[in-house]
């Protein structure tokens, strides 16, 4: 039984649970842009759910950069507003809503108050924050699906033995009964032989958190349509053209929280699927409309509204199209974590997305650069563990959106020396994947290290460490405590070199004054070493004194 004051969820299951339920989305995500045929087919909730909680997930671990001993409450902070101004399309507004809500609950959890209970309650006001946000809730939705997983969690938190992990695998297979039943409750499911898209997601969202509290992947109910799985249309049944409003309406609002029932007063005759949610100041505003002007000087009356999104859904198709026949040739797009490294990787031909430690690039900044580079096939280099993700989600976005129209790769290097060996051997005038093929295989070839200095005291492999030590990274791992910065960086390069060698890469970091370290390494090398060949380069990065490869 989970006792009193065991009422806080940990940030390490947060940081888990978005890691899987992002991953989850990823490869949901064409089934459910292919259910989706309510409340306008134009299949993209898949897609924005996915964005939705990429958003969440990148800013939440922007705030603690991806520690688990960070401070609960500005995490989830943060990962609800990442929700609220990431989010995409109907589904990804109510879904911002029910985040914000479970985000609020947990934290105003007190230390006499069972998780289980906690967590019960959470989903209950999800529920009511997601219906409440909805300007006319239509049952057989992702409402539906949200309340019946509420339900059948709360049902499992009065048995007195309960633990947290109980409530959500109650919850899943309560949003999994509900999604199998959104054909009886909407008609136009039925017609079309499948279930809510919007609720899909949901039950994978919380399929997600299911896995993280018990380790078991959930099986699926049978759904009254007659499958096991989820139907998913091969030829859709009836007209799934639109026929209510033309564009979709979406802005992020400043604006004091009494002016908004009024704004929901003047928008709800314009359309449909109003859906507003946010508070303290700001909201994220969508809506189905004919008079898109109407629609924005609501927002204007009611605050300042910004980041507006108007989308034509007759033009939507027309412009995939249009941006398929644009595109020619192939891109690389690097992460640098210093001036240095951009002017290099720019002078090797790609296109930069500014990183580095405590600035990461978010999913939109890399799917930016991915889809106006203007070239049919694009190779990414995220140069960094903790971008890796980040660069797959905005492939596989990109891909998603284009329709077919560009290939994208991800070379997963972890380190901005690793993505300099690759882009070396960058081809464009051989195949795709034979070039994908030779930059992943040099990268991975190429040994890695750095040298930088703890800013903390903490155990590492190679022995505790105190703030002010310098650290030797090899491979990724702390592998050299040491108090001075020359004799720890020639110890990572006779490791690295111990395997052998015939190029060392060193890159010198903004810490770095003129360069005096990296250079005073390289005599060290050409000294000890001298059948290896040795580069120096101004990085500029912050953190690491040095960077450090050997191919």
Known sequence: ????????????????????????????????????????????????????????????????????????????????????????????????????????????????????????????????????????PVEGTMLSVIRGAAEAGAEAAQAPTARSSDVFTAAAQGARTALARTPEQLQVLRDAGVVDAGGRGISVILDAAETVLTGRRPVPVTSPLGSRTIPIPTTPTGDLTPEGPSYEVMYLLDAEDAAIPALRSALAPLGDSLVVVGGEGLWNVHVHVDDVGAAVEAGIAAGRPHRIRVTHFAEQIAEVRQRATDRQGRRVVAVAAGPGLASLFEEAGAIVVPGGPGRRPSTGQVLEAITTCGASEVIVLPNDADSVRVAQIAASTAQADLEGAIRVAVIPTQAQVSGLAAIAVHEPGRAFDQDVLEMTATARHARQGAVTVASRQAMTMAGPCEPGDVLGVVAGDFAVVGEELFAVATDVLDRLLGGGGELVTIVAGAEDAEGALATRCAGYVEEHHPAVDVVVYDGGQERYQLLVSVE
Not at 41 to 50: L, R
Not at 92 to 99: H, K, T, Y
């Open 1 to 136: 039984m989970e006792t009193p004051g065991s009422a806080s969820i940990t940030l390490g299951a947060v940081l888990r649970f978005v890691d899987i339920a992002v991953d989850a989305l990823s490869e949901a995500r064409e089934e459910i842009d292919a259910l989706n045929v309510y409340p306008v087919p134009d299949g993209d909730t898949g897609t924005n759910m996915y964005l939705t909680m990429s958003a969440a997930r990148d800013a939440v671990r922007d705030a603690t950069g991806g520690d688990p001993e960070a401070d609960l409450g500005p995490a989830l902070a943060a990962f609800s507003r990442g929700a609220l101004l990431g989010a995409r399309g109907n589904s990804g507004v109510i879904l911002s809503e029910m985040i914000g809500a479970l985000a609020r609950r947990i934290v105003q959890a007190t230390p006499d108050e069972r998780r289980a209970l906690v967590m019960a309650e959470a989903l209950r006001q999800a529920t009511e924050a997601s219906y409440a946000a909805v300007g006319d």
